[in-house]
Every structure is written in C-alpha cells, then in structure tokens.
C-alpha cells in the first residue's frame, strides 16, 4: 500500500470511527463512557495525520482539540472508577450525587 493510500485509508477509518461513537451514542446503545471516548480518540488521531499530510491546518486544529477533550474526559472517568471502587460505571448526570 502506497504512503498516499495509507493516509487516506486511515482518514476514512476516523471518520467512520467518529461517526461510529456518535451514532452508538445517539441511539443509546452505549453510554459516554470509555468505549465512546476511545472511538473518538481513534478518530481524532487518525484524522489529524491525514489533516497534517493534507496540510488541512483547521481540520488538525479542531482533531487536537478533540483529542484534548477525550483524553480529559477519560481521565475523569478513570478517576471517577477509582472513587466508585473499580466500578466499570460513567457518571450520570441524571442522577443526584
């Protein structure tokens, strides 16, 4: 596989990652928990490499500001399991402390 066609390939796959995490999201089949926000990880990632290739400065800028985000949020949900005891558990929002 050409570097040109990899670069693209992985394009493509962030953004049906993205895609992916906010329709599984949408439709209630995950919560914004750890799987969500690793899927927009990957997408993130991968659609930076294919900006920075593409010299798509803006699409970068917005992909490290996701990435930024995610990394924040699973930091919190780390941190959130740790207090909970080592429950697999994202908090809800709905729900009073």
């Not at 570097?3 to 953004?15: D, S």
């Not at 995610?70 to 959130?80: E, F, Q, T, V, Y």
């Amino acid at each position: 596989m050409s570097g040109e066609l990899l670069v693209e390939v992985v394009g493509w796959l962030g953004a049906a990652a993205l895609l992916l995490a906010y329709g599984l999201l949408s439709s209630g089949r995950i919560a914004a928990g750890t799987t969500y926000q690793l899927l927009n990880l990957a997408g993130a990632v991968a659609l930076a490499v294919n900006g920075v290739v593409h010299r798509a400065l803006p699409s970068v800028a917005v992909n490290v500001v996701w990435l930024v985000i995610g990394l924040a949020a699973l930091r919190g949900l780390a941190l959130h399991r740790r207090r909970a005891g080592g429950a697999d558990t994202a908090p809800n929002p709905d729900q009073p402390a």
